[in-house]
Antibody
Framework: QVQLQESGPGPVKPSETLTLTCSVS?????????WGWIRQSPRLGLEWIGT???????YYNPSLKGRVFISVDTSKNQFSLNLTSVTAADTAVYYC?????????????WGRGTLVTVSS | SYVLTQPPSVSVAPGQTARITCGGS??????VHWYQQRPGQAPAVVII???DRPSGIPERFSGSKSENTATLTISRVDAGDEADYFC?????????FGSGTKVNVL
């Protein structure tokens, strides 16, 4: 059974970089599938951030392009999110998830999510 | 950017049928997926590719699509169905989620 778990350092100050890691268990990232980050806030609802393949191939939400970088570490079976120059608008619950199937597909399963608060 | 429109809330009595709509200008040409999110939990799929049910999802959940509107139907609603429901598509450029519909079981 595939399970995902987000982890991160907690609160982030404005203008700093938000870094989160998703640890995957029950499935080897190297075996396939795309892996993604999605966030949820009262202001924007559910917002897709970006997706990565085990070979490092990525694509990002155009609205965040330039601030977002997603990487994968197959040796640790993890993938990570870096979001630079954060503001209060980046305060949200951040989820990692596996994308099932091709580009028109859905996300399952999801991690439990981690709340990131941007505040000075 | 592409927008998926959902009603903010739907209220339904136990045993009745809830219908949740998701409107989008090109939904007819895209696969629509539906998620259920209970309070404090992550979203979980209940309908995939317009009308397929993932393993473990009750037959009470069904999906349909017509022109620019997709519909999630929950039959014989019970208290456990009270949650937020979101639709999702891939618009060719990014994954888009609907604004969500809260199902209130009266």
């Amino acid at each position: 059974q595939v399970q995902l778990q987000e982890s991160g350092p907690g609160p982030v100050k404005p203008s700093e970089t938000l870094t989160l890691t998703c640890s995957v268990s029950g499935y080897s990232i190297s075996s396939g599938y795309y892996w993604g980050w999605i966030r949820q806030s009262p202001r924007l609802g559910l917002e897709w951030i970006g997706t990565i393949f085990h070979n490092g191939n990525t694509y990002y939400n155009p609205s965040l392009k330039g601030r977002v970088f997603i990487s994968v570490d197959t040796s640790k079976n993890q993938f990570s999110l870096n979001l630079t120059s954060v503001t209060a608008a980046d305060t949200a619950v951040y989820y990692c998830a596996r994308r099932a199937g091709g580009s028109g597909s859905y996300f399952a399963p999801w991690g439990r999510g981690t709340l990131v608060t941007v505040s000075s | 950017s592409y927008v998926l429109t959902q009603p903010p809330s739907v209220s339904v009595a136990p045993g009745q049928t809830a219908r949740i709509t998701c409107g989008g200008s090109s939904i007819g040409s895209e696969s629509v997926h539906w998620y259920q999110q209970r309070p404090g939990q992550a979203p979980a799929v209940v309908i995939i590719f317009d009308s397929d049910r993932p393993s473990g999802i009750p037959e009470r959940f069904s999906g349909s699509k017509s022109e620019n509107t997709a519909t999630l139907t929950i039959s014989r609603v019970d208290a456990g169905d009270e949650a937020d429901y979101f639709c999702q598509v891939w618009d060719g450029n990014l994954y888009v989620f609907g604004s969500g519909t809260k199902v209130n079981v009266l």
